[in-house]
């Protein structure tokens, strides 16, 4: 009898289990139709062959919804960086395997040019045929790059500073000058689901059929593109919970983290009845607060704005310097003579060098002076505020060499290196400027120079095995101008709030279709972690990985390095962020 019970019971449970659809959760019903893209007028654009690697611009019309505010005609279409072997195939859906990338915080398509072009490079040495797409956000559209474009022509990167800081007519064309957030109402509507939704429609148009979309493609993203794609998983397409076929998770072959995690419920807020409705009730509520009074104009908070260090301003120097570094890499920099002192610029330049708080304090007045009163080329201008052993912005730096040319000595703001090897707390004080040793110049007389990444033998303050990219295609990729730029002009906050309220619990409003909690990790995932940066010891100690995941280091890999390292390291092997994840492929395929 009671054998007959628990028959019973197992018999009803598979029976409630294949009615609830939950035997294979990436399965879409057999009666769904499949998901149809609405994108049209594909257009694709060559860009450059680089060591094999053809790389172009792919876009297509996709209209924001009516009733947006008015834009320019460029941001009803939306596209990707294209990245495949130069003997490949031609279309997208021959390949064995498309990685689709989502960028972080303000990083436009061209921050991806290095591991995506490595990706592919070390693919074809395991005889695959991959190709990277590194997504564009809608919000490229607004991109400040006819001044860069007019600077290539000329070659002269002044041409560009004179554009945007000094009023200067160039070309014929005065630059209008820099938006404010009361000036960019269409940010408004480029939130998570506008930049998911651009990467659902183009994943369906390229490869229509949806049993290869499940083969071939590989969802990842670096930084917040992690948690976007954890977004993109678990959202309901088509607004129907009673299909799958359209849910995010059921248009990849597996996932990937770049020095971030994969998830739109990293508490997992949505396994316990009581803890969703509560998030829900006061998330869902406080986002729509929130939105209302971005719409509205009551709160400025559209874009970084005038923030020193990451506003629009700031970005468009950095920009600018890369520019500089990649027309006239060993001229005597001219870039800082040239611009205004203008207070977010001036806010920029005294955090990204200062060497200690009395210099940041005094001005420079102690007598260690301020960056204005050196010398230095174009590219060692640019190291200055990049390089792991000069900047101070953790999230900013790569291991892009070493100083040289003069006397340095060892920066103390806004922490000393030492300070990140006390037990516990180091690791976290990472996060202001990263664990390496910094060093400033000490003389105002010499002009100093650069030692790229792969000439620092012998540098006291770094080794070769923290220096890990080529300091001068960092530097042509900060220079591009259009179709992307490296740095977004204008990032819409709109896509941190929206990230804030999903990953917080709010599933109502416009989190509605954020349906499925965790699909991601039903598949094969992958992550790696920058050696050098903070995001394991956040990220991988208080969310951990899938219990299945393929979990990599990137020994000496800061933040940015993850997915801008040079094609061979300083020992000889490929890039490990692309050998890495081209090998995590091959398994796949």
């Not at 102690?366 to 201008?381: H, M, P, V």
């Not at 896509?495 to 990790?521: E, K, Q, T």
């Not at 061979?568 to 090998?583: I, T, W």
């Amino acid at each position: 009898m009671k054998q007959a019970v628990r028959q019973g019971l197992r018999c009803g449970l598979v029976a409630a289990v294949v009615a609830g659809g939950l035997i294979a959760p990436g399965a879409a019903g057999a009666q769904e139709a499949p998901p149809v893209s609405a994108v049209t007028d594909r257009q694709e654009q060559p860009l450059a062959v680089r060591d094999g690697i053809a790389v172009s611009y792919v876009s297509f019309r996709l209209p924001l919804p009516a009733g947006a505010p008015a834009h320019p005609e460029a941001c009803d279409r939306t596209g990707y960086l294209r990245y495949r072997p130069a003997g490949g195939p031609a279309a997208a859906a021959d390949a064995d395997a498309i990685v689709v990338q989502q960028q972080g915080l303000n990083g436009g398509a061209v921050n991806s040019d290095g591991v995506a072009a490595n990706t592919v490079r070390s693919a074809a040495t395991l005889d695959r045929h991959v190709e990277f797409w590194a997504m564009a956000r809608r919000s490229a559209c607004l991109d400040e790059t006819f001044g860069f474009d007019a600077a290539m022509r000329s070659g002269n990167y002044l041409d560009a500073v004179d554009y945007y800081f000094n009023g200067k007519s160039v070309e014929g064309q005065v630059f209008p000058g820099f938006k404010s957030s009361g000036d960019l109402p269409i940010l408004d509507v480029m939130g998570v689901e506008r930049v998911i939704r651009d990467q659902y429609e183009i994943m369906v148009h390229e490869v229509p059929d949806q049993a290869q979309r499940q083969r071939k493609y590989v969802c990842t993203g670096i930084s917040m593109g992690g948690m976007v794609t954890g977004v993109f998983a678990d959202w309901d397409f088509d607004g129907d919970p009673a299909t799958r076929a359209d849910a995010g998770f059921n248009q990849c072959a597996a996932f990937a983290a770049q020095d971030t995690m994969v998830s739109s419920d990293p508490a997992a807020i949505q396994n316990t009845p009581f803890f969703h409705d509560v998030a829900d009730a006061v998330l869902g509520s406080a986002n729509g607060v929130l939105k209302a009074g971005l719409n509205s104009g009551v709160l400025p908070l559209r874009t970084f704005g005038p923030s020193p260090i990451i506003g629009t301003k700031a970005f468009l120097l950095y920009r600018l310097a890369g520019l500089a570094a990649h027309l006239d890499p060993d001229g005597e920099s001219r870039l800082l003579a040239a611009l205004p002192r203008d207070p977010e610029v001036e806010a920029t330049l005294a955090f990204m060098f200062g060497q200690s708080w009395p210099a940041i304090l005094s001005g420079g007045a102690n007598g260690e002076g301020t960056i204005r009163d050196y010398r230095f080329t174009n590219t060692a201008l640019l190291g200055t505020f990049i390089d792991n052993n000069s900047g101070n912005f953790a999230l900013l730096q790569q291991g892009v060499g070493a100083l040289a040319g003069g006397p340095v000595q060892e920066k103390t703001f806004p922490n000393p290196a030492m300070a990140t090897q006390i037990p516990v707390l180091g690791n976290y004080l990472r996060m202001s400027a990263g664990p390496q040793v910094r060093v400033a110049p000490t003389n105002r007389g010499v002009l100093y120079t650069w030692r790229n990444y792969n000439d620092v033998a012998g540098v006291w303050w770094t080794a070769p095995n923290r220096e890990t990219a080529d300091i001068h295609e960092v530097a042509r990729q900060l220079g591009t101008g259009a179709p992307t730029a490296y740095w977004e002009t204008y990032f819409p906050l709109r896509v941190v709030l929206d990230l804030g309220a999903g990953l917080a619990g709010a599933r109502s409003g416009d989190m509605v279709n954020l349906r499925y909690p965790n699909m991601s990790r039903t598949k094969p995932n992958f992550v790696a972690y920058a050696g050098d940066s903070v995001v394991q010891y956040g990220v991988g100690t208080w969310i951990p990985a899938p219990p299945t995941a393929q979990v990599e280091q990137l020994p000496g890999y800061t933040h940015i390095d993850t997915i801008g390292a040079a094609a061979v390291q300083n020992n000889g092997k490929p890039d490990y962020s692309g050998q890495l994840l081209a090998e995590f492929i091959r398994g796949l395929t």
